[in-house]
């Protein structure tokens, strides 16, 4: 096949196609697309549930907090076991019994949900919260496990930013149609679960087709998948239950990859309590402003000003993101190689908070973290993708879902101490965290650069083993 079909025509638009890439990259897109629509159906009942699973003693933002904690604890078992499973399964397996295996837990969540069939059972808003974190495992990461391990790194780098298009527009598509459904009593709450489940179905269907196509196209073409020219040390070992986190340990490279992970998670989370803290205190000012005394009336005003802050907040964060991730995302990473996509958020995130140590009013700190949280979700996205394609399909299986996950966890566990620190030891203002803030980024930056180096080194040994 020398010519482009009118799909791959259309493609062009958002990336370089080359003649063939188009129907598994449509299938891949289709598939993130459907995968993050259902998790946007399922992540809006984890705030409501565990907003009515009191602790005694904790506070509702306690609870919250510590849950991060203890999601952290928890992935790591559930890792080093995902490890395991990776070694005894083919990759379309995993995917298609992990899915399924999500896909019961959801209907046993959706029996027990409060005030359904049950009044309220001790602490199933928790599990139910811990239960969210493991999905990222099962069915999020794991797809772009098996999107990096489909792709070579030559084909993954132009494809993998059209592909991260379904993500954001999945995500942005099931904020808005839970908005619609819920909103509008066409369903009630409680029957997200169920619905959620068939674009889960179908995302199955999808992975089993990408796979049969390319088990058909490298027998018939004779191409190598990265498994066979991607190898990059590491333990000779069986995967074990520690397998996941440790193997972190033993690679530079993945030594590097976790502590960007830590950083940007732990820098955004800061920003996101940073920026609820303006929020109130401008509401508060406000309230005050206009004579809002009553306890009732207060309450209601700073919950319904809160709620609208929030709504344009983030419809202006996932438009900013699509188009970034339509237009910009591929084009940078072309013309600007790995090191431009990946160091781009730390750089926006150096400059936004400072602004916003300088400037800490919301007008401000509102346009900065649009600007960091889209960038995030597009840009950012794209090169946690690309990160993994020089690198074999045991330390994708084994140390991408650790990194994706136990990582992620750990930031939001220091985010937390970070706000109890900084609060009941230190009270900080708000200007005093911002600044704090503007350290991490710089920490941030420092391992970004050494991970680019790796990342280049990886590249290099994978070409040159494909010239020997």
Same mark, same amino acid.
């Given at each position: 096949?020398?010519?482009?079909?009118?799909?791959?025509?259309?493609?062009?638009?958002?990336?370089?196609?080359?003649?063939?890439?188009?129907?598994?990259?449509?299938?891949?897109?289709?598939?993130?697309?459907?995968?993050?629509?259902?998790?946007?159906?399922?992540?809006?009942?984890?705030?409501?549930?565990?907003?009515?699973?009191?602790?005694? *003693?904790?506070?509702?933002?306690?609870?919250?907090?510590?849950?991060?904690?203890?999601?952290?604890? #928890?992935?790591?078992?559930?890792?080093?076991?995902?490890?395991?499973?990776?070694?005894?399964?083919?990759?379309?397996?995993?995917?298609t019994r992990a899915t399924l295996f999500c896909i019961s837990n959801? #209907?046993?969540?959706?029996?027990?949900?409060?005030?359904?069939?049950?009044?309220?059972?001790? #602490?199933?808003?928790?599990?139910?919260?811990?239960?969210?974190?493991?999905?990222?495992?099962?069915?999020?990461?794991?797809?772009?496990?098996?999107?990096?391990?489909?792709?070579?790194?030559?084909?993954?780098?132009?494809?993998?930013?059209?592909?991260?298009?379904?993500?954001?527009? *999945?995500?942005?598509?099931?904020?808005?149609?839970?908005?619609?459904?819920?909103?509008?009593?066409?369903?009630?709450?409680?029957?997200?679960?169920?619905?959620?489940?068939?674009?889960?179905?179908?995302?199955?269907?999808?992975?089993?087709?990408?796979?049969?196509?390319?088990?058909?196209?490298?027998?018939?073409?004779?191409?190598?998948?990265?498994?066979?020219?991607?190898?990059?040390?590491?333990?000779?070992?069986?995967?074990?239950?520690?397998?996941?986190?440790?193997?972190?340990?033993?690679?530079?490279?993945?030594?590097?990859?976790?502590?960007?992970?830590?950083?940007?998670n732990w820098v955004n989370t800061n920003g996101e309590n940073l920026?609820?803290?303006?929020?109130?205190?401008?509401?508060?000012?406000?309230?005050?402003?206009?004579?809002?005394?009553?306890?009732?009336?207060?309450?209601?005003?700073?919950?319904?000003?809160?709620?609208?802050?929030?709504?344009?907040?983030?419809?202006?964060?996932?438009?900013?993101?699509?188009?970034?991730?339509?237009?910009?995302?591929?084009?940078?990473?072309?013309? *600007?190689?790995?090191?431009?996509?990946?160091?781009?958020?730390?750089?926006?995130?150096?400059?936004?908070?400072?602004?916003?140590?300088?400037?800490?009013?919301?007008?401000?700190?509102?346009?900065?973290?649009?600007?960091?949280?889209?960038?995030?979700?597009?840009?950012?996205?794209?090169?946690?993708?690309?990160?993994?394609?020089?690198?074999?399909?045991?330390?994708?299986?084994?140390?991408?879902?650790?990194?994706?996950?136990?990582?992620?966890?750990?930031?939001?566990?220091?985010?937390?101490?970070?706000?109890?620190?900084?609060?009941?030891?230190?009270?900080?203002?708000?200007?005093?965290?911002?600044?704090?803030?503007?350290?991490?980024?710089?920490?941030?930056?420092?391992?970004?650069?050494?991970?680019?180096?790796?990342?280049?080194?990886?590249?290099?040994e994978v070409a040159a083993r494909g010239t020997d």
């Amino acid at each position: 096949m020398t010519q482009l079909s009118t799909t791959e025509r259309l493609l062009g638009v958002f990336t370089e196609v080359k003649p063939g890439e188009g129907t598994t990259a449509v299938l891949m897109f289709a598939n993130v697309f459907l995968i993050l629509l259902a998790y946007y159906f399922i992540k809006p009942l984890r705030e409501g549930w565990i907003a009515v699973s009191d602790v005694q *003693g904790l506070s509702k933002m306690e609870v919250k907090a510590y849950s991060s904690f203890a999601q952290s604890i #928890i992935l790591l078992f559930v890792v080093g076991w995902y490890a395991r499973l990776s070694d005894r399964w083919d990759r379309v397996t995993l995917f298609t019994r992990a899915t399924l295996f999500c896909i019961s837990n959801m #209907i046993i969540f959706w029996f027990l949900q409060p005030n359904f069939f049950f009044e309220q059972l001790p #602490i199933s808003g928790l599990v139910y919260y811990l239960w969210v974190g493991m999905f990222g495992v099962f069915v999020v990461a794991q797809f772009w496990t098996f999107c990096a391990d489909v792709y070579s790194e030559e084909r993954g780098e132009r494809m993998l930013p059209f592909i991260a298009i379904g993500a954001t527009s *999945g995500a942005a598509a099931g904020s808005w149609i839970v908005d619609q459904l819920v909103g509008s009593g066409v369903i009630p709450t409680e029957a997200l679960l169920l619905v959620a489940i068939a674009p889960l179905v179908v995302s199955i269907m999808l992975v089993r087709t990408v796979g049969q196509r390319q088990d058909y196209l490298g027998r018939d073409t004779g191409e190598t998948t990265p498994d066979e020219n991607t190898e990059v040390a590491e333990p000779a070992e069986e995967a074990s239950l520690w397998s996941g986190a440790r193997l972190v340990l033993f690679s530079k490279f993945l030594l590097l990859a976790a502590l960007v992970t830590l950083f940007t998670n732990w820098v955004n989370t800061n920003g996101e309590n940073l920026l609820f803290r303006v929020i109130q205190e401008t509401l508060a000012q406000q309230a005050q402003s206009e004579g809002i005394t009553g306890e009732r009336t207060l309450m209601e005003f700073v919950r319904n000003g809160t709620t609208a802050f929030y709504g344009n907040f983030y419809f202006w964060v996932n438009i900013v993101a699509l188009l970034l991730q339509a237009f910009v995302a591929s084009r940078l990473l072309k013309y *600007g190689g790995f090191a431009a996509i990946l160091l781009i958020l730390p750089v926006i995130a150096l400059t936004s908070y400072t602004v916003m140590a300088l400037l800490p009013v919301l007008a401000v700190v509102k346009v900065m973290k649009i600007a960091e949280n889209a960038t995030d979700y597009s840009l950012n996205n794209t090169s946690r993708h690309v990160l993994w394609l020089p690198v074999s399909s045991a330390m994708k299986y084994r140390g991408k879902p650790a990194i994706d996950t136990l990582y992620v966890r750990l930031g939001d566990g220091l985010a937390a101490i970070t706000v109890l620190v900084g609060v009941h030891l230190l009270a900080l203002s708000t200007a005093g965290f911002f600044v704090f803030n503007v350290f991490l980024v710089l920490c941030w930056l420092v391992a970004g650069v050494l991970l680019v180096r790796e990342h280049r080194r990886a590249s290099l040994e994978v070409a040159a083993r494909g010239t020997d």
